[in-house]
């Protein structure tokens, strides 16, 4: 399921149901071709923000019934008409990458928590309302999830993302436990850096767990993907804490036997 900056976005999934997998698909490729607009290649902040805008034109035509623009739109029409697919998500991630092209630092946790929500959550509700299962409580647990699963990201990618000249670390975080950027930039993983990390995933779990119930609640294949895509980031988290936030030697990511504990387990949950 790795597919970048989406990797829990359930591309090529075996589980997905195959009359899903077009709209899918044509969901994923908006997104990534926007991200990429505002992260990839050598444009000027002001090519990439008129790039975005024409993107989010096309959404416009696409609500008015018109037809788009941009070659890749017109599957993602055909997946809104077919299955009433809100357009708000989608605009959501706009607004997300046009922050990505101006803004690198992230002064406290509810900035960070309201970039997820605009960066991450769009594509839980979007899978719900692929499934119709648009009730607030799961549209609530699926928020929660997909917040944590972009933290999780955060702090596993704290050197990469420095090497790309952003911290999502928040800067008041950065100043409670004694940390600065240089320490980032040198790659030590101190007792100061442990504990900075370790409060990152301890409330970032708490964030996973309270999401989690929607994957023992929600029916079938959605259900399993939901139990697995968890399962993987707790057990992100579970190695983060295990290294104390080392993160600079070793990226923590997903091993064969862990793939094969979470399918395990997800298939046992009821």
């Not at 690198?104 to 946790?109: I, V």
């Not at 409580?137 to 704290?158: E, H, K, P, V, Y």
């Not at 952003?166 to 975080?173: A, G, T």
Request: aromatic share 8%; net charge positive.
């Amino acid at each position: 399921m790795s597919v970048g900056h989406y990797e829990n976005f359930p591309v090529g999934s075996l589980l997905l149901p195959r009359r899903m997998r077009r709209a899918v698909h044509a969901i994923y490729r908006f997104a990534r071709y926007a991200d990429d607009v505002a992260d990839e290649g050598d444009a000027a902040p002001a090519e990439r923000l008129a790039e975005l805008d024409r993107i989010e034109a096309d959404l416009d035509r696409i609500a008015a019934g018109e037809p788009t623009r941009i070659a890749l739109m017109a599957p993602l029409a055909a997946a809104v008409a077919a299955h009433a697919l809100p357009l708000q998500p989608m605009r959501d991630l706009l607004s997300a990458f046009r922050q990505d092209v101006v803004k690198t630092r992230y002064q406290s946790f509810g900035e960070l928590v309201d970039y997820c929500r605009r960066s991450a959550n769009p594509v839980g509700r979007l899978m719900l309302a692929l499934y119709g299962e648009t009730d607030p409580r799961s549209l609530a647990q699926a928020d929660g999830i997909c917040t944590a699963l972009q933290l999780i990201n955060f702090w596993q990618d704290a050197a990469v993302d420095w090497g790309k000249g952003r911290v999502y670390l928040p800067q008041e975080d950065l100043a409670r436990f004694g940390v600065d950027e240089a320490q980032i930039a040198a790659g030590r993983a101190d007792a100061k850096w442990r504990a900075l990390m370790l409060f990152q995933v301890e409330r970032t779990r708490k964030m996973l767990q309270a999401g989690a119930p929607l994957g023992r609640t929600l029916r079938g294949r959605l259900g399993l993907e939901l139990r697995l895509i968890v399962m993987g980031g707790d057990r992100i988290l579970h190695k983060l804490h295990a290294s104390g936030g080392d993160v600079f030697g070793q990226r923590p990511a997903l091993g064969a036997g862990d793939w094969i504990y979470m399918m395990w387990r997800a298939c046992r949950a009821k």
